[in-house]
């Protein structure tokens, strides 16, 4: 495994492989790798000749008041897991190198960022379909992977990916959970040991919401009460949003449809927002 610094040699190795007909395929993380991130390589490493996998975190999809500073990192760490993982090329670049003085291009979807994570955060999709592109554009794959974990994110590259004629097929993978059902995140590591307890409140909610879609529940105003009802049973815990939205369009939905139904919620455990969602 090589661990690759500057944005115009990974661009030159990935070259190389297209020359030589390989199948690329990219895995875009920030890094302090979990089970959810190895899963994204593993299914990589399956399905293409050589895969990239890149650690950055962007801070252009952080805005001023958020944990940019203090988000999660062992490089070391990370390098090991993914040498474990037969990874080929780790691209580990600099803010420098991504952004330059004089930098001044970005990439905007625009409805289906100013709903559910984008209204609670304003600046952040822009962010981070400036840096996908970007690293597109580096890593040259023919297949890229994403967490349904952030479903908003994962739905939102895919139009930019239609809408921006990139010739990129974009794998959406399924959410990994720990044996409570609490979804794999870099920001668990801010709970403390309380925090951690209740934040299993998010999939608690979930689980209530699927169970009565389940049992033919089709009003979201309903469905949202419950969960709303589940996570007040946990003190720790502040609702951020809840809600119930078409997957195609991203807008707030007022009835359950079948397979064009997303359920999802933000939810503040002391200081720390966590989000998860389940599809239906
Ligand atoms: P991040 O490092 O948080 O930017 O995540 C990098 C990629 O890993 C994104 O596509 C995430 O959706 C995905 N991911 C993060 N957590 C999970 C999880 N628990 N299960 C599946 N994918 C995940």
């Not at 297209?18 to 089970?35: N, S």
């Not at 990239?52 to 008041?65: D, G, K, W």
């Not at 670049?93 to 289906?112: A, H, I, N, R, W």
């Not at 502040?238 to 078409?246: E, K, T």
Request: a negative charge; glycine letters at 6%.
């Amino acid at each position: 495994m090589r661990v690759v610094h500057s944005a115009l040699e990974m661009q030159a190795i990935a070259n190389k492989y297209r020359e030589w007909g390989k199948r690329i395929g990219f895995v875009p993380t920030m890094g302090y790798l979990h089970e959810g991130h190895l899963s994204l390589v593993r299914r990589a490493k399956e399905d293409n000749d050589v895969v990239f996998v890149s650690i950055f975190v962007n801070p252009l999809q952080f805005a001023p008041n958020e944990d940019l500073d203090r988000y999660p990192r062992d490089i070391e760490r990370d390098e090991a897991l993914l040498e474990g993982e037969g990874v080929d090329f780790v691209f580990y670049p600099s803010v420098e190198d991504m952004y330059p003085d004089g930098f001044q291009t970005y990439v905007e979807v625009d409805k289906l960022t100013r709903v559910l994570e984008g209204k609670s955060r304003p600046t952040h999709f822009r962010g981070v379909t400036t840096v996908v592109a970007k690293l597109f554009n580096i890593t040259k794959p023919h297949r890229a992977y994403f967490g349904k974990k952030d479903a908003q994110q994962l739905i939102v590259i895919k139009r930019m990916v239609k809408d921006l004629n990139m010739d990129i097929e974009i794998v959406g993978m399924p959410i990994v959970r720990e044996s409570d059902g609490l979804a794999l995140s870099s920001r668990n590591k801010y709970l403390n040991e309380e925090e951690r307890r209740q934040a299993v409140c998010l999939y608690r909610a979930l689980l209530r919401a699927k169970e009565l879609i389940e049992n033919g529940e089709k009003d979201a105003q309903a469905i949202k009460n419950e969960m709303e009802r589940v996570i007040k049973e946990y003190p720790l815990a502040r609702i951020d949003y809840i809600s119930v939205n078409s997957l195609s369009s991203l807008e707030p939905i007022n009835e359950v449809k079948d397979g064009d139904t997303l359920v999802s919620l933000a939810v503040f455990l002391g200081s720390t927002r966590l989000i998860d969602n389940m599809w239906f």
